[in-house]
């Protein structure tokens, strides 16, 4: 059946997820100021220490993001039992007003084996190697209007906004900062990508209009790909790809694409950090300006064509599975669309991320912080302000307590913290910490549920520091008003 196409393609972008595991660093970190990874939010943030080594694998983090939060979806009758998507109490304007035109969720995921960075007169050098994978998805309005409207009606969907683009690769990145003069810093990150495994769609048209008997579908879209250890694939009589047959995914593989250089790109980020007075410094950055161009182990599937299928009135109660209506639906329709299936070439985008921030220093050790972070992504805007208060007491213990707001009214909570134990430095970061929770009941059994849980953020990570720690060689800040 035409259907198995689907399926063909979620395997694929399944064997992508799943390989090996790009990620918005938290904004807890910015103001962790002895903790040299700050550096890799702004690269005009001189690292405290004289030299400091990542312990290799310990340096990891994930980020989950939603436009919708859990309140929306997981939806309560007057008994404070859970309803689903198709109950008539579900109140579907929650979700529409958390949506354009579809509804994203992002995830990503970074660790480091290998960064180290050391101070040479008035500049700091950085250099990391990190595997970096990123998930992206946008469902349509359209898919939310058909399970709230059901099959009974008139409908024109626009499914060109749904949106699947995960990407895993290497980034190498050779950071260095200066010291301009007593108020001015600037950074520059240089950081050659290679690809690993990616996947993209490209819908330029995907339009279905249907009623009682007539269905319409006109298509314009692409699947690109770029999947390493496919070996073998199966095709239909129409040249439709069924299944494929893929390497083992033993010790080998992962080290021959762990040690991968095809399908390169390149990026760059750029920061400034201006210190105003002894009290109040500005800072800026705009990291992830690059792309990746994935040339080789390319599959592509290419989707067009406007069929107008006439059909017989489906009955959903004459039914025992709305699944089989759904498979009748598109094996219908895809039998009037032209399939093809060759390499291509494509190209990824990364996220620019805009930072501004201010901090004013109450004292030498104590500093409140504003962090303003802007997410450019394709047809998606993400805004997120952050109020924090920053302890730094820089040979022994570091914390961040903040306030983050985002775009969608979300409010939460964010920690930071880093200590020493000799030379060894842990520090971990968290964002989106829930404020408010609501109770899940099921079969007699409560459960906390984060109210407006969207995202979350989280990374962890041990160093080994060596040199100045905190400000041997600055004169303390004057506690006299200026």
Do not use: C
């Amino acid at each position: 059946m035409k259907s198995t196409l689907l399926k063909y393609t979620l395997i694929l972008l399944t064997i992508i997820s799943s390989n090996i595991t790009k990620g918005q660093m938290p904004m807890t970190l910015y103001y962790l100021e002895n903790v040299p990874q700050s550096s890799m939010i702004n690269p005009a943030m001189n690292p405290r220490p004289n030299f400091f080594f990542a312990i290799p694998m310990t340096n990891f983090g994930t980020t989950f993001q939603s436009d919708m939060a859990m309140d929306d979806f997981i939806q309560f009758n007057n008994q404070d039992e859970p309803i689903s998507l198709h109950h008539d109490a579900f109140n579907y304007s929650k979700i529409y007003n958390k949506m354009g035109n579809s509804l994203n969720f992002q995830t990503q995921q970074h660790i480091a084996p290998l960064m180290f960075g050391f101070r040479f007169k008035k500049g700091y050098f950085t250099f990391s190697m990190t595997e970096k994978i990123s998930m992206n998805y946008g469902l349509p309005k359209s898919f939310f209007q058909l399970a709230e409207l059901g099959l009974d009606g008139s409908y024109d969907l626009d499914l060109s906004t749904m949106s699947i683009e995960n990407y895993m690769y290497h980034e190498f990145s050779l950071g260095y900062s200066r010291e301009i003069n007593d108020k001015l810093n600037v950074g520059i990150h240089i950081k050659p990508l290679f690809g690993v495994a990616a996947s993209a769609t490209d819908f330029q048209t995907l339009n279905i209009k249907l009623n009682e008997t007539v269905y319409n579908m006109q298509a314009n879209a692409h699947i690109n790909a770029s999947v390493p250890g496919i070996k073998e694939i199966t095709y239909d009589e129409d040249g439709i790809p069924t299944d494929f047959e893929q390497e083992d995914i033993d010790a080998s593989f992962i080290i021959s694409n762990a040690l991968s250089f095809s399908n390169p790109g390149i990026a760059f980020d750029l920061g400034a950090e201006y210190k105003f007075d002894q009290r109040w410094s500005f800072s800026a950055s705009l990291n992830d300006l690059g792309s990746i161009n994935w040339k080789d182990d390319l599959h592509t599937i290419t989707m067009t064509g406007n069929h107008l299928f006439e059909g017989a009135y489906i009955n959903a109660s004459n039914i025992d599975s709305s699944d089989l209506i759904t498979e009748a639906i598109i094996d219908s329709l895809l039998d009037g669309m032209q399939f093809t299936h060759e390499p291509r070439s494509f190209k990824t985008k990364l996220n620019p991320t805009l930072y501004i921030g201010a901090k004013y220093d109450v004292n030498h050790v104590f500093s409140l912080g504003f962090l303003s972070r802007s997410i450019f992504q394709k047809d998606l805007f993400r805004q997120d302000f952050n109020l924090s208060a920053n302890l730094n007491l820089y040979k022994r213990f570091t914390t961040s307590i903040n306030y983050n707001i985002d775009n969608f009214g979300t409010s939460s909570m964010g920690f930071g913290m880093s200590s020493f134990i000799g030379p060894l430095q842990i520090y971990l970061a968290m964002d989106k910490i829930p404020l408010s929770y609501n109770t899940y009941k099921n079969d007699g059994d409560e459960y906390p549920i984060p109210a407006n849980f969207q995202s979350i953020n989280f990374m962890f990570g041990m160093n080994i520091i060596f040199g100045a720690k905190g400000y041997k060689d600055k004169p303390m800040l004057s506690l006299k008003n200026k």
